[in-house]
């Protein structure tokens, strides 16, 4: 059916998950601070020999497997460049938008998160307009102040594949290009911007490395061209092998020459060469070659051999960097092996060296290297952590361990750290940049404290999955890589910050009670989260035996929420599904007996599902792409013979979805670079038909379906997509709208009718699907002003809407109220009909404590207005169906309390004119002859308290002729005797505490 890769990886795999699993054995489960994966899947690859020449490359190849000679990154990169081009040409200010051939319609929303940020790759600055930018994992540029405010994003709609580097490059013109690297496999892997970020173009001259091979490093000389260095390994098409290439351009990246190249047979591959140039310094641009050190040459590019000099041992990979000081040229190499980074120092521009000794940490990629340029014994590693040293790498001390961070993340560096760069501000002081998995940091010492500039607005969040609580899509909960397991409840129709409860990696997040309880998993453990909401239980059940994807599939049981099953793995061999089951706080298993490992040839369990229309119907895709089916709850499983589906994603694995609908059909899908990536069957997967109509060929990671079965959605490597099913066509999901990148995971609310997805670099998105209307928290209101009250109508006055005396702006902005809300209206023809006044309504929580203002209009009958004249006033920072005490206040009557606690939005209004209505009870209103409660006239000063004060005040303003008055009691628009006459009876009321300013 089609050729597949083999398996390269599996034996690396299968270490990963036995070295994890050694080092987590934390019991105590308020204790367990899970350690970044990342951060091991890096030094696990170091320490491979079987990975070593290619490292993380590989590791991100086994993620889309596809057959020999297939390129899957220049596939997702044409794909990328196609929908760019189109997306430029359309306008990027709607807001609402149709796709799919007019079958959905709706809007796109970010959610965020705007605090947890991920990785940042690399940064660049421009000082003199005080300007930070930032390249993120998820291929984003970012622009922000140098203290880390006003964060924005530049090229949403074009993400740049795999980033490593950026500069700042300055064009005759006078303008900056934007120069990105990437080392993404077999792509041409230099872009520029020269209208920041608008539009993008791919740099020619790298043929070799795009053919079979990836660019490692790149430098930019101070020279007046500012040369382009790029050392990559490339492909020696001549005698058919791989090789070490130097690239250099004197034309800002437009296009490159091959400098020369190095035989790998010879030389070593290209983790044992290293380049440096002084960010700010003469231009001299030096290479390192395993103990061999180069100064190029500034006229050919040509490297010209320094010196050899002595090392104890040649690692597995090599990094250079170094200072111009005073004239002398200080350089540093770094040997990494085995967990420890070897040190030596050249102090005479590369002619002698000496070791400086060592340092038990890894450099967590290229750029993870520093020096100081104003004291080269000052030189920074970044791996796990930060160490710096002070004395040329002679003895080093750890910055702060990654623990650390989850306490104070203002002040201490996150885990994994990409780059380290040293730059001086437009005085000339220095200050480094350290960019980590969790934002980017600024220190002004040498690294002896940092601040984090990334804590507002920064949104670059990697969201492995999320899962929105069914009956209340407010709340939301998200696996992040590095940045733990996470929850808002403010999700709805916002961008928000997310709070971390744990640390480490999550995904696969199922819930068999719609959200109230949670499973997930982690590399190593699945979690139990029982009150979700408030996360106050946590549960911990560690992987059993071997076998387990990176992190494997859970589905939920679909009639016991305490319930999960964990797609394993075993005890004893093979691969079984695990049921776990949450009782008196802890967790028991039971391993089933099938074993799915013979049949499957010999792979994991890469996904599991169940139909909602008979749950005896339960299905099982391998991560191979083979399938097998149940008719009887899993007691027995039938293998789909003569079928290869698609291969899945080293992270999860495949995904498979029942419909909802129909029983027996089931979508699955994985990698398509060789083959369909989705599939339908419509006998329980005896038999499957591709479905790949529109689809690109490319990744799809996870799917999920509408309620009635019309639409299938995908979350891809090249954004979302969604499946018609009536037409058996894919269309593209982004639009203009959603930003291009990776998209790890989906998730249909039905309740809500949203499309929520997550992706690798800009948090979660979600698609709100009209014609549903997402909820807003919405107080209905009737409350009485008793100085404007007429009981032979039983209705207020509106004299001041129809002399046009009302203000078109709310009037809270002032003492004692400061209310610094903008409601306002353009003209007096917008006020509603029958409009008395403004009024000023508070939500509060159980504790009487205030949560949200707004003003509104207080209409003759009672009820309070929303601006467009609806009844009832929206609070869109509420959570929807929660419950809150409701404050109404006006200019001069005394204000109120609920006495009891509203569920917004609440059909009927909370009714301030019945008895017992107001917090403190009837003494706090005024009785009127109807028998309904109206609040007192007479407040001048809106204290609370009706004293001498306000008499004083509405002396002073006795007969004035102002028609807008605080003495106006009886709001006729004059103030006279018979103001006073409203005031004198109750002139000694107190408010309630609540109210009183």
Not at 34 to 52: F, G, H, L, S, Y
Not at 127 to 156: A, E, F, I, M, T
Request: one cysteine or more; proline letters at 4%; aromatic letters at 12%.
């Amino acid at each position: 059916m089609k050729a597949k890769a083999s398996y390269f990886l599996a034996t690396c795999m299968l270490f990963l998950a036995l070295f994890f699993i050694s080092q987590q054995k934390i019991t105590t489960p308020t204790k367990r601070l899970p350690a970044p994966m990342d951060d091991i899947q890096e030094r696990v690859a170091n320490e491979d020999k079987a990975r070593k020449k290619q490292g993380r490359k590989q590791w991100i190849q086994e993620r889309h497997r596809a057959a020999p000679g297939v390129d899957w990154e220049l596939m997702d990169l044409k794909t990328r460049f196609a929908k760019a081009q189109k997306r430029q040409k359309q306008s990027n200010q709607k807001t609402v938008e149709t796709l799919a051939n007019g079958n959905l319609t709706g809007e796109w929303r970010e959610i965020g998160s705007n605090n947890q940020s991920g990785r940042i790759r690399y940064a660049d600055v421009d000082v003199n307009n005080n300007l930070l930018y930032c390249l993120s994992q998820g291929g984003n540029v970012w622009k922000g102040d140098l203290n880390g405010n006003n964060w924005q994003v530049l090229n949403d709609y074009f993400r740049i594949p795999s980033p490593l580097m950026m500069h700042l490059l300055d064009q005759n013109s006078g303008g900056k290009r934007l120069l990105v690297g990437s080392s993404g496999w077999s792509i041409e892997g230099i872009y520029f911007s020269d209208d920041e970020g608008q539009s993008w173009n791919q740099t020619t001259g790298l043929s070799d490395v795009a053919f079979y091979g990836y660019i490692r490093q790149v430098a930019v000389a101070n020279d007046a061209d500012q040369t382009v260095y790029v050392l990559a390994r490339g492909w020696d098409m001549a005698n058919w092998t791989s090789v070490v290439q130097l690239y250099r351009s004197t034309n800002l990246g437009t296009s490159f020459s091959k400098v020369t190249e190095f035989n790998e047979s010879t030389y070593g591959s290209v983790e044992h060469f290293s380049i440096w140039t002084a960010y700010d310094g003469s231009g001299n641009v030096y290479l390192l070659n395993d103990n061999n050190i180069y100064l190029v040459d500034n006229a050919t590019g040509m490297p010209n051999l320094i010196s050899t000099f002595t090392v104890s041992n040649t690692r597995d990979q090599i990094l250079l960097t170094g200072a111009e000081s005073n004239g002398t040229t200080y350089l540093y190499a770094l040997y990494n092996g085995s967990g420890q980074s070897d040190i030596y120092r050249s102090t005479d521009g590369g002619n002698t060296w000496n070791s400086q000794g060592n340092v038990g940490e890894y450099p967590f990629s290229v750029y993870s290297f520093a020096c100081s340029q104003a004291d080269p014994d000052k030189i920074y590693l970044g791996g796990l952590d930060v160490y710096r040293s002070y004395n040329g790498g002679s003895s080093w001390s750890i910055v702060n361990s990654w623990g650390e961070y989850y306490g104070s993340p203002a002040t201490k560096l996150h885990a994994d750290i990409p780059a380290i760069q040293v730059f001086n501000d437009a005085s000339g002081n220095e200050f480094d940049l350290i960019s980590t998995d969790g934002g980017i940091y600024k220190s002004t010492n040498n690294i002896l404290s940092v601040s984090n500039l990334s804590l507002d607005g920064l949104r670059v969040s990697q969201y492995y999955t999320s899962y929105t609580k069914r009956d209340n899509y407010n709340i939301l909960y998200t696996g992040s890589q590095d940045q733990g397991y996470q929850r808002t409840l403010g999700a709805g129709n916002n961008l928000v910050n997310f709070t971390q409860v744990l640390s480490g990696d999550y995904a696969q997040m199922v819930s068999g009670d719609g959200g109230s309880t949670l499973w997930t998993a982690y590399p190593g453990f699945v979690m139990y989260v029982g009150n979700a909401t408030a996360s106050s239980i946590l549960n911990y059940w560690d992987f059993v035996g071997n076998g387990y994807l990176w992190i494997p599939p859970l589905m939920e049981d679909p009639n016991a929420p305490a319930s999960v099953y964990v797609g394993g793995g075993n005890e004893t061999g093979g691969a079984h599904i695990f049921r776990l089951t949450r009782s008196g706080g802890s967790i028991s298993y039971v391993e089933e007996a099938y074993d799915f490992w013979p049949e499957s040839g010999s792979t994991r369990i890469g996904a599991m599902g169940y139909s909602k229309i008979d749950d005896n119907y339960r299905y099982v895709m391998m991560e191979n792409g083979h399938f097998f089916h149940s008719t009887d709850g899993g007691a027995n499983w039938t293998y789909t013979t003569a079928f290869d589906g698609p291969d899945g994603f080293y992270l999860f694995g495949t995904t498979l979805v029942p419909s909802p609908t129909e029983l027996g059909t089931v979508y699955i899908g994985g990698s398509g670079y060789s083959n369909p990536a989705a599939y339908r069957s419509t006998n329980h997967g005896q038999t499957f038909t591709p479905i790949n109509n529109g689809l690109p060929n490319t990744l799809i990671n996870k799917m999920d379906i509408n309620d009635d079965g019309t639409l299938l959605f995908a979350a891809t490597d090249v954004g979302p997509y969604v499946y018609v099913v009536a037409e058996n066509q894919w269309y593209p999901m982004d639009g203009v709208s959603a930003p291009d990148q990776v998209y790890w995971d989906v998730d249909f609310v039905n309740s809500s009718n949203l499309v929520r997805f997550s992706s690798d670099g800009r948090g979660v998105w979600e698609f709100a699907i009209q014609p549903a209307v997402t909820p807003t928290a919405t107080a209905k209101i009737k409350v009485l002003l008793e100085g404007c009250y007429d009981t032979s109508t039983n209705l207020m006055n509106t004299n001041l809407l129809t002399s046009n005396n009302l203000p078109l702006t709310q009037p809270y902005d002032i003492a004692p109220w400061n209310y610094t809300g903008t409601e306002s209206i353009n003209t007096a023809a917008d006020f509603p009909a029958d409009v008395v006044d403004w009024v000023l309504v508070e939500a509060r929580d159980a504790n009487y404590d205030i949560v949200a203002t707004r003003a509104a209009f207080l209409r003759n009958d009672g009820e309070v207005l929303e601006l467009d004249g609806s009844e009832g006033v929206q609070f869109p920072s509420l959570l929807f169906n929660a419950d809150y005490h409701l404050t109404v206040r006006h200019r001069n009557h005394l204000a109120v309390v609920s006495s009891n606690m509203s569920t917004l939005s609440n059909a009927s209004s909370y009714d301030f004119t019945a008895a017992n209505s107001t917090l403190g009870g009837n003494p706090q209103q005024k009785a009127l002859l109807n028998g309904s409660y109206a609040l007192y006239a007479g407040d001048y000063n809106a204290d609370g308290i009706l004293s001498v004060n306000d008499y004083n005040g509405y002396a002073s303003q006795l007969a004035t002729a102002i028609p807008y008055e605080d003495a106006d009691f009886n709001l006729d628009g004059n103030v006279t005797i018979g103001d006073f006459n409203l005031y004198q009876p109750h002139s000694s009321v107190i408010g309630v505490r609540m109210i009183r300013y």
